[in-house]
């Protein structure tokens, strides 16, 4: 019967490290993916494929490379896929609760579908508010400002329980006293790293440039009112935002619009990425039956700026929101949960080594427990990974003359043909590294009918 159940288990582990290739696959598709973004190259193939193994996680990236290379409508059926997700996990948590399969507490958290972040659900609408812009269909961006907003609004209340959710699937678990016997002092995790301190300090899941865009979506759709508060929402965020105040002021003096007026969106740099990092507790705090006990965790790094800000003629962009701080905070909040997770994930696997040491040391069971502990022991790195370091605004009157955007030692960056000046538009630019930035236009039709 023991040797069954031995072979079981080898079977098992065979099958388990051939999967573990996979998840060991996701950094390279992620940094490929990433090359694929900074070259320009729209091909979707490949996140089509990659669509089917991960939904969520390829539909957000490959909605942000079809708008980066100026395909919204396909960009728009990559996030419709991402928001079905979405909503199906959203109802999946209300009606369930945060069940775990078996695989996750045997492998990791990698062998499930990839469930997103709370600013990567209000990011893929702001998108998709913004794909339908430049395709001059405000009645659905309209629809996906609204949501973006909707989203903020119930950010907490969804993540407050899906972390308490968590917490009582740990608690429930059979395994939780092996986590509980630690010595509190033993069970602390030294040396941590990931830079997980926020510059900037946002309501909890509140992303400033998701309120001043819709704000400014709903100026350029004539819904003053709405824009207005809008305006005001985000000033009570950032009091200090000079261009804020002054497109508070253009609504209370300009509502007939006579005047027309040009805004700059630029997205700045590159945002967080997630890495990995392995703690290995002394494994003689188990049992001398056991070779290693060690838990991988998720950790995020900053990485560069691109231009530290453009010029629009003669207008210096400022920052409306630092989204490597949207992206700590919500880090931050989330870690005792992850924390707890991949605890209770390592607790299964000295329980396996264990169990195999115990009843097929003859067969080398304690060394087989070890090799599956080190395959299988991935933290989950995966994530939207073309988010911008931080968003930046200006704004200037519209001209009938070539509109110049300037880098910080006074280079052309781009010129844009002059724009019509019975209207006003939008100028979005996205430069992720130096020398590489994609520009989209956005100046409603002056025959579009609501």
């Not at 069970?187 to 997980?196: C, Q």
């Not at 929101?321 to 931050?332: P, T």
Request: hydrophobic share 35%; with cysteine.
């Amino acid at each position: 019967m023991k040797e069954l159940i031995f072979s079981f288990i080898i079977i098992m582990s065979l099958m388990t490290l051939n999967g573990c290739n996979a998840l060991n696959n996701y950094k390279k598709d992620l940094n490929h993916y990433e090359q694929q973004f900074y070259a320009d190259d729209c091909h979707y193939s490949d996140i089509k494929d990659k669509i089917e193994r991960d939904p969520l996680l390829w539909s957000l990236n490959g909605g942000a490379l079809a708008y980066h290379c100026g395909d919204y409508q396909k960009s728009i059926e990559f996030f419709d896929t991402a928001e079905a997700i979405f909503k199906q996990q959203e109802l999946e948590l209300e009606i369930k609760g945060a069940e775990r399969s078996v695989l996750s507490i045997l492998i990791n958290n990698n062998v499930n579908n990839y469930r997103g972040e709370n600013y990567e659900k209000i990011m893929m609408n702001v998108y998709k508010g913004l794909d339908f812009m430049l395709l001059d269909d405000f009645d659905n961006a309209r629809i996906e400002f609204n949501r973006a907003l909707d989203r903020q609004r119930r950010a907490g209340e969804y993540f407050q329980k899906e972390i308490t959710e968590a917490y009582q699937e740990f608690n429930r678990s059979r395994v939780r006293s092996e986590v509980s016997m630690l010595p509190n002092s033993s069970s602390e995790i030294t040396d941590y790293e990931g830079d997980i301190t926020a510059q900037s300090i946002y309501p909890d899941f509140i992303n400033p440039f998701a309120t001043y865009m819709s704000g400014l979506f709903f100026y350029l759709d004539n819904d003053y009112s709405k824009a207005s508060d809008l305006f005001k929402q985000t000033l009570r965020m950032l009091p200090n935002q000079q261009q804020v105040k002054r497109d508070l002021n253009l609504i209370e003096q300009n509502s007939t619009k006579k005047t027309h007026y040009v805004w700059l969106i630029y997205e700045n740099g590159q945002g967080m990425l997630k890495q990995s990092f392995t703690y290995e507790f002394p494994a003689y705090l188990f049992t001398n039956k056991v070779v290693s006990a060690q838990v991988s965790l998720p950790t995020i790094e900053q990485r560069s700026t691109s231009y530290p800000y453009l010029l629009l003629n003669e207008q210096k962009t400022t920052e409306i929101a630092n989204m490597d701080s949207i992206i700590q905070i919500e880090f931050n909040k989330k870690l005792p949960a992850v924390y707890t997770d991949a605890m209770l994930n390592m607790a299964s696997k000295v329980a396996i080594q264990y169990y195999l040491e115990d009843n097929f040391a003859e067969y080398g069971g304690k060394w087989i427990g070890l090799f599956y502990q080190l395959a299988t022991d991935k933290a989950d790195i995966r994530q939207w990974r073309t988010l911008p370091k931080n968003f930046q605004i200006a704004r200037t009157k519209l001209a009938n003359q070539p509109i110049n955007i300037y880098k910080p030692d006074g280079s052309i960056l781009t010129t844009i043909a002059p724009l019509s000046t019975d209207r006003d538009a939008i100028i979005y630019i996205k430069s992720d590294i130096i020398d590489h930035f994609k520009v989209h236009i956005i100046q409603k039709n002056i025959n579009y009918h609501q």
